[in-house]
């Protein structure tokens, strides 16, 4: 609160500075001053109220970096500036402070000599504003977290948003809502389109609601719709009117779902009551509850059936229900119905039981279950009364559908699409991180080269040259993830790889902990990257070491195994496993330990995506990584690598590659929509000795290309707004058949779908890497040429 409410006072001249601090401090007010407009923006950015400055302060000075933080100022904020000025200033004062009230914004002018209770009202009026700003950034706040959370809520319920202008009929919506009519995120969805998609038999009740809910009503509606495909849907919808300022209605705001699955399931569910119902109305009165359900409904239904009597005794127990519990008829009929399925559910059976007996049709509910066949089960339940024919009841019935398999299967789903979108979200950041790291060494190499040979700020640029190249290995760990990565897999045999890598990992392990190899073999290649397996291997290793902080050992493992159908494989692979003897993991972290950014380790002791890295290279190479782990007992990690068809390739001596020919100097296009980056490249290419030429867009670059200029080569990157480097490289060939073009990106590998045999050069990348691929860009213009 001191910061944020201190007044900082720049007056280098004179002692106005020191009388000012003096005046505030003494009054209760706190007051810094600062020597330069450097310090002053410092201080502002730490947190201000205010800021006094005398007009002669700033009459000669830079005022950029203070310019330069107003306009960067958060929408909330309108800091204020008090400007000290020389009673009698004349024109030149006024015309100055008129021009500081065009840069500043917030300006209110205090003529010198003042009165001291003239600087605290001037000061208490600028933090009064400056408090309301604060309010206004805690109401931003407030109502951004308030729209996130209505957002998450919508989404948990999957739930579309939509609003209605009911005066000019335009129609917003989310991609749920969107999705509910079958439409995709990116497709126009018009209010004419949701009118004309109603099914013809429920159109007048559709227009009905809409009317009604005009008037003020809440609207509430169930109802079908036509699909573009042709397929019919079920539509819940819900709105309320919002009014103006004369009660007119102006806008219908709603959410809207699509319960077609709700509908077909109750569908279901009453074909199957009402079946029931006919049977025990068919039956006769001396045949009581325990006939009313036939043999063939018993036998025929998907669904388990059973039936009990007013004491609460098994009289019917239908075929599905012995597959389900793993219990014969024979076994249950007689029985108390509530032991016999309600391990762990008793209370809740035991109710809905009498309620049936009580005559009230139960509601349709799951519960879980431990049964002899199945072990643990999920179940749809509910509960009816059976009445005999003079309409007493003798008894109740009750529906039991397994729902074991789907709810698994939308666990694993939900699962599934919860790392896809954490994995798209790594990629986008890793692609954005490699632009940055593309500037930072580019620039710093170009540094390097021009300072004087002083070996202190060499050391310092080659210091933070490492940490760059560190955050190069950073993202590709993030592209590992995400599965991006640029894999080079070929037939290997992994007992050589194992093998090679011993003293490496003994090194890396340390005395305290002993390492155990155990390999089959005569065991085939497998299809991997090896460069990738072996820094998996690694990573695999030190995280074993980590968790056996007193020593331990360490068993490698590598044997042929068929694909197992609890990882979903199928086919021949080699299985490498890494056990520990370390402190293990509880099932909670377990679930949790391939995450991104999930870490067991104190901070800054890991990245937390040593396993994630692992996980996104199995599945890219075809695979899986399985953990098993218990606390307190070690934990064991199993990668699955494909068997590959081919055999191992064998290594040629070829010699090494010639160093190619300096070019001469030429022209270069250089295209990137990042400044920065296209700054550095710039610089990069005309430190080595040629003539380059810009643009920040696909669409100047094809400018340039058509002018007429000499251009001998093209370097572009890829993602840029409205035209990829790719599309670029397409229209230019159209103009220049023969223009070297080479293709830069932050991608480890090109989206999806994208083909092209440009050259590539991946950033972040070194002024050699870049000359080298501009030496063969133009050498193969030269071949060309010739």
């Known amino acids: 609160m001191i910061n944020s409410e201190r007044a900082l006072i720049l007056a280098p001249r004179g002692r106005d500075g020191a009388v000012a601090a003096t005046l505030l401090v003494n009054a209760g007010r706190a007051a810094e001053t600062r020597d330069t407009i450097g310090g002053l923006v410092e201080g502002i950015a730490e947190g201000a109220g205010l800021a006094i400055i005398t007009v002669e302060a700033l009459q000669y000075a830079d005022l950029s970096p203070l310019t330069s933080w107003i306009e960067q100022q958060p929408s909330w904020s309108d800091f204020p500036f008090v400007i000290l ?11 100055l402070v008129a021009q500081l009230q065009g840069a500043l914004g917030n300006v209110i002018v205090l003529e010198r000599p003042f009165h001291p209770s003239a600087l605290l009202n001037v000061v208490d009026n600028a933090l009064r504003g400056r408090r309301r700003q604060y309010q206004s950034r805690r109401y931003l706040a407030e109502v951004r977290e308030g729209e996130q959370r209505l957002q998450t809520a919508l989404l948990a319920g999957r739930m579309g ?4 202008d009911v005066v000019e009929l335009t129609l917003t919506g989310s991609d749920q809502f969107k999705a509910c009519f079958g439409r995709g995120p990116d497709d126009q969805l018009l209010f004419a389109d949701i009118i004309e998609a109603v099914a013809l038999v429920d159109q007048r009740r559709v227009q009905r609601a809409f009317d009604d809910a005009m008037g003020g009503a809440d609207l509430v509606l169930e109802y079908r719709v036509r699909w573009p495909d042709g397929s019919e849907h079920w539509i819940d919808i819900r709105a309320r009117v919002l009014t103006d300022r004369y009660d007119r209605p102006k806008t219908l705001v709603g959410v809207a779902s699509d319960i077609t699955a709700r509908k077909a399931a109750d ?13 025990r109305e068919r039956t006769q009165q001396a045949l009581r509850g325990e006939r009313a359900l036939s043999g063939l409904l018993l036998t025929s239904v998907p669904a388990g059936i059973v039936a009990y009597d007013t004491d609460l005794r098994v009289t019917i127990w239908n075929p599905t229900m012995e597959r389900i519990f793993g219990l014969p008829a024979p076994a249950v009929l007689g029985r108390s119905l509530a032991r016999v399925i309600g ?3 008793r209370d809740v059976i035991e109710q809905r039981l009498h309620d049936a007996l009580a005559g009230i049709s139960g509601p349709i509910e799951e519960i879980e279950l431990t049964t002899v066949a199945g072990g643990q089960v999920v179940l749809e339940s509910q509960h009816a009364p059976l009445r005999g024919g003079d309409g007493q009841i003798v008894g109740g019935a009750a529906f039991f559908r397994e729902m074991t398999e789907r709810r698994r299967a939308e666990e694993q789903l939900r699962q599934a699409q919860k790392m896809e979108t954490i994995g798209q979200l790594t990629g986008g950041v890793a692609h954005d991180f490699n632009n940055l790291l593309a500037a930072i060494q580019g620039n710093l190499e170009l540094l390097r080269k021009r300072l004087p040979d002083d070996p202190q700020l060499r050391r310092f640029i080659d210091g933070a040259l490492q940490g760059a190249q560190r955050g190069a290995s950073l993202t590709s760990r993030l592209l590992a993830f995400a599965r991006r990565q640029d894999l080079k897999p070929e037939a290997t045999d992994l007992s050589q790889l194992l093998d090679g890598m011993r003293a490496l990992m003994e090194r890396s392990l340390g005395p305290l902990i002993s390492i155990d190899f155990s390999i089959e073999p005569d065991l085939p290649p497998a299809r991997v990257d090896a460069n990738q ?19 331990g050992r360490l068993t490698i493992d590598l044997r042929a195994a068929d694909g197992d159908g609890g990882l979903g494989l199928s086919g021949a692979y080699l299985r490498l496993s890494v056990s520990d003897t370390g402190t293990g993991m509880d099932e909670k972290t377990l679930k949790s330990a ?4 999930f870490s067991t380790k104190e901070l800054g002791k890991g990245t937390g995506l040593g396993l994630s890295m692992v996980h996104g290279l199995a599945v890219q190479l075809g695979g899986a990584l399985h953990l098993k782990s218990q606390l307190g007992e070690g934990t064991t990690a ?4 494909p068997v590959a068809v081919s055999p191992v390739k064998e290594v040629e001596n070829v010699p090494s590659e010639q160093p190619l020919t300096p070019p001469p100097a030429s022209v270069i296009l250089v295209v990137d929509d990042d400044a920065l980056i296209n700054m550095s490249t710039v610089d990069m290419v005309q430190d080595l000795g040629h003539t380059v030429l810009e643009a920040y867009s696909g669409k100047e670059a094809l400018q340039i290309l058509g002018s007429g200029q000499r251009i001998d080569a093209l370097i572009t990157d890829y993602a840029m707004p409205g035209m990829t480097g790719v599309e670029l490289a397409d229209r230019a060939r159209e103009l220049h058949p023969d223009l070297p073009i080479l293709l830069a990106t932050g991608y480890a590998d090109l989206p999806s779908g994208t083909t092209t045999d440009l050259p590539r050069l991946a950033k972040p990348y070194q002024q050699a890497e870049l000359e080298t691929q501009i030496s063969r860009l133009l050498a193969t213009r030269d071949t060309a040429g010739a």
């Not at 000025?85 to 015309?95: C, K, L, V």
């Not at 397996?533 to 020593?551: F, H, K, Q, S, T």
């Open 594 to 597: 391939i995450e991104p950014f």
């Open 343 to 345: 391990d762990g559910q």
């Open 267 to 279: 569908a279901e569910r009453e074909k199957l009551l009402e079946a029931v119902a006919a049977e």
């Open 638 to 641: 199993e990668l699955w690598l």
């Open 85 to 95: 000025g020389q009673r009698g200033g004349g024109a030149e004062q006024a015309s």
């Open 161 to 164: 948003s939509w609003e209605l």
């Open 533 to 551: 397996l072996e820094l998996a291997i690694l990573n695999l290793a030190v995280n074993a070491r980590d968790a056996m902080p007193d020593g």
